[in-house]
């Protein structure tokens, strides 16, 4: 049986394997730096993860899911290495480094259930761990070391908060004000600038669902513009979110999970994971959810399925590939996007003449989307000092029917609905990126660099109609009379819809980047960092069926740089930063109207940003940073001679200061917070917009947590946990008139831990507050005070 699944696996592979048939066979010498490499398992002889291995205070890492542990860049000699995993005893051993790859495995003095039984009741993780990643440069460089600003939430942190979805994550990023998109997927306020799209495991996606936390091991917020590394059109100028998915492990194991909560919430998880052969080289592990909820309003309600494989194949000691997938899909209403009329005299929701709960929606209106992802991985070591990273990634996204009700307030007594059908769409994002990774020495300076090239293909295919004004049935409602407000029925939106000749528009968009980095490492303490990217950007344009025209064809080339140092005050505890970062978005050539074409550039947006970070252990690790992001080549328009042009002379300011402060002060007590303040305005632009700051953005943001957990007694395991919540005053409409009101959130949790289950209670929401949020274009109702119970158990 196992020689059967290995050669199945070997088949699935087998074309990509071909690829590096010519680095199989590739040898270099060893390099002049050493290295230290080996597993760490417990008395029982299973892998002990989440081990840290330090070598004389110095150089340190951690030890993956399978024990795995790799420390690169150390001194040739004699070292005292020191091994410690929370809830052992420190140990010690004295090992000599010699040129090029050194192996050392260690045997911890507790079996694995022991270990289970320390690490589920508290003090789950060294905070400082939970920086590292390989992603944010492209590289695996320690968070001192990296001049650049990010923010980590792990599944510990997840599962403390019992969070179900993305967005519930965010609350733990510095300055994040969780938002949504029209299409209900998650998004965050950053910097004075929204970010909806979400890169996976590094890759483009293409969503078109929300993202269930049930497959994903962590989440990365990337502070500031990332154009070097990760291109124009998924990129906001405030940050981008890259969430992790799980990956298998060398053992048999998982967990179930039921929770229950308010508004016949019912939600069932279910994560397992095997090896599929006796050498333990091929793993196997797939993680699944469903989920159906009601809305707190009238009408409303969603239910959701996930499915996500995972295939690692150990080929030999330098090759190894992965393939894994999800599969989501999401059925139910999709809740209106609230507009202001200019003529409206109110300035906030809370003068409104509407209950919380109406929606003026109708269930009928079901919407249908879907979302996939597949990425294969294949990493190859060429040598002691290179390795080799291929990527590919496909993500597709589809409507099969998405209605959006856009709510317009014309008086304080009356709205108007106007119906978005997105009849079908469907989308789809290739990615495929080839990374070179060194690690080598120039004389005394160490560099740690990596030169890779980036393909995306886009491509879109979509219908779409608007329906109101024109049609009888979307009359505006009178408030006052809301019993008499027609009902709008899909029967309705059909019958409509059914009388349209509306076209089909095709869009096709490719990019091709190349870029190459070095972080430069000066007598261990001084790192300097260098990043530069070209862009290719061919928009093919969008065909329509109906026309059987095709408009808004162009190219575009940009260069993106980056430029960054760290200096260590205190090795591996305190560090001084500092960067210059380059965001672009890509804007297409426009048709004046005296019919003459005007050829842009790329909107630009340039960040400089410093600070400090601090890592004193458990006891305190913390960032401050302050940062000024400026954005040039705007779109503006102008009246000339009475026709509205259109001028490349736009510039927005975002400035502001973000503190993030994680602790451990006593066993068992966790702690994070995070402050941030943010001022954005746009200084060039139309009149009705200068000098105003940009939509859904606050000045303030507050986000706190802290967890206490019991580790001794009859009643370890039981904890305790709250978060709190503060967002300020944001503005719904350009001309900052219409206020949507800062809000106050408190949420507790009561737990118990044990390793063979866990119970929680979540209380979401305990001041029960009625607030909206805003994507910079819609505002929605939020949810009130609501409850989940949940229980989970592990094998």
Known sequence: MQTSIKHICTIIFISILSLYHPLLTYSQTHGQSASLQGYITTQDGLPAPHTTVRINHGKSTMANAEGYYFIEGATVGEHLLEVKLLGTDLQTH????????????????????????????????????????????????????????????????????????LDEAFRNIP?????????????????????????????????????????????????GPNSTFFGAQMTSFGGIINYITKKPYETFGGEVAYSAGSWNFNRLTADINTPLDKEKDILFRVNVARQQENSFQYQGGNNSMLIAPSLYYRVNDRLDLSLDADYSSQKGITPAGWFISTSLEERSFNDLNLSYKESLNDNSLTSQQQSGNVLFQAHYKISDQWTSETKYAWGNGAYDDLYIFDMIWRTRDSVDRILRAFSDENTARHNLQQNFKGNFRIGSLVNRAVIGVDWVQNLRYTRYDGLGYGEKVFESVDLNRLSEAPVIRIEDVQHILAQRNTGHNQTTQKTLGAYIADVISIADRL??????????????????????????????????????FSFELLPEKLSLFGNYMNGFKNIGNQIQPD???????????????????????????????YYKIQVSNSVTNRVVDNMNFYFQEGEQKSEGFEAELMSNPLPGLNILT????????????????????????????????????????????????????????????????????????????????????????????????????????????????????SITYRF
């Open 674 to 789: 995070s402050y941030a303040y943010n001022h954005n305005k746009f200084v060039k632009a139309n009149t009705s917009v200068e000098g105003k700051r940009a939509l859904g953005t606050p000045e303030h943001v507050v986000n706190a947590w802290a967890t206490y957990a019991l580790l001794n007694g009859s009643l370890k395991g039981l904890g305790i946990g709250g978060g709190y919540t503060y967002v300020s005053d944001a503005f719904l409409d350009a001309s900052n008139q219409f206020i949507l009101d800062g809000y106050h959130l408190l949420d507790a949790t009561l737990y118990y831990n044990h390793p063979k289950f866990r119970l929680s209670l979540k209380g979401n929401n305990l001041l029960d507050v009625q607030y909206w949020v805003s994507d910079g274009y819609y505002a929605r109702p939020q949810r009130p005070g609501n409850f989940l119970a």
């Open 527 to 564: 790192h300097l960092s260098l990043g530069l990217r070209f862009d290719r950007f061919i928009n093919d344009g969008t065909y329509n069926t109906l026309s059987r025209a095709t408009t808004g064809a162009y190219t575009q080339n940009t260069l993106s740089p980056r430029l960054g």
């Open 595 to 625: 019919q003459s074409i005007s050829v842009f550039k790329a909107q630009r947006a340039n960040q400089l940003e410093g600070g400090t970070k601090l890592a004193f252990g458990k006891m305190l690790n913390a960032t401050l940073t």
């Open 94 to 165: 004295k090992i000599t480094l010699k040129e090029g790859v050194n192996k050392q495995d260690f045997v911890l003095s507790h079996s694995a259930q022991h270990l289970s039984e320390v690490l589920v009741v508290g003090n789950k993780y060294e905070i400082s761990s939970k920086k590292q990643s390989e992603d944010v440069a492209r590289i695996a460089l320690p968070y001192l070391e990296n001049p650049q600003v990010y923010s980590v939430v792990d599944k510990e942190l997840i599962k403390e908060q019992s969070a179900i979805s």
């Open 175 to 223: 300055g994040a004000a969780p938002s949504k998109t029209g299409a209900g997927m998650p998004a965050f306020f950053s910097r004075g600038f929204q970010t909806s799209e979400n890169f996976r495991n590094g890759m483009a996606t293409y969503l078109r669902t929300g993202i269930d936390l049930a497959n994903v091991e962590r989440v990365e917020a990337i502070k």
